[in-house]
């Protein structure tokens, strides 16, 4: 678990209850090869890490001595370009101020409890959404590589 030290095992409990509205890939998306489209899949990926991107400056302000944050967030944005060089379709989303402070207005901010809470939170997501949009651009690849689309 990501900063296992900032999360005492007796209140782990807490974290049950608490939802941090964090992208998330589903069927829908066309990531799965039940449903699968390659340029609506990798449009969402790209949004997706756009807006973790934002979640990640929230992360950065609660734990600013953890150097690893701004490396996932540079390598997130790489990502997203090369996403968008892989498929000129996708259209990168400019997240205005306003809706970047709507997204981090969604994170709880009341107690420092609720906010180490919420970095867990976003990680743990974050690192799902991950896992899922490798397996997404494995497939693609893989189909690339037996000829279709």
């Known amino acids: 678990m990501q900063f296992a030290e900032k999360f005492p095992k007796e209140n782990m409990e807490s974290f049950k209850d608490h939802k941090v509205p964090v992208p998330h890939l589903v069927v829908e998306d066309g990531c799965f090869s039940l449903n699968f489209s390659k340029k609506r899949c990798l449009q969402r990926v790209a949004d997706g890490l756009q807006r973790y991107q934002v979640y990640l400056e929230f992360v950065e302000k609660e734990f600013p001595q953890q150097s690893r944050v701004r490396d996932i967030m540079n390598k997130a944005s790489s990502l ?70």
């Open 80 to 149: 997203v370009h090369i996403i968008r060089e892989k498929e000129k379709t996708v259209q990168l989303e400019v997240l205005e101020p306003a809706v970047k402070k709507q997204l981090l207005g969604e994170l709880p901010s009341s107690s420092r409890w609720s906010r180490s809470i919420s970095v867990h939170g976003v990680l743990s997501r974050m690192s799902a959404f991950a896992a899922d949009a490798f397996r997404a651009i494995r497939y693609i690849n893989q189909r690339l590589r037996r000829g279709r689309p």
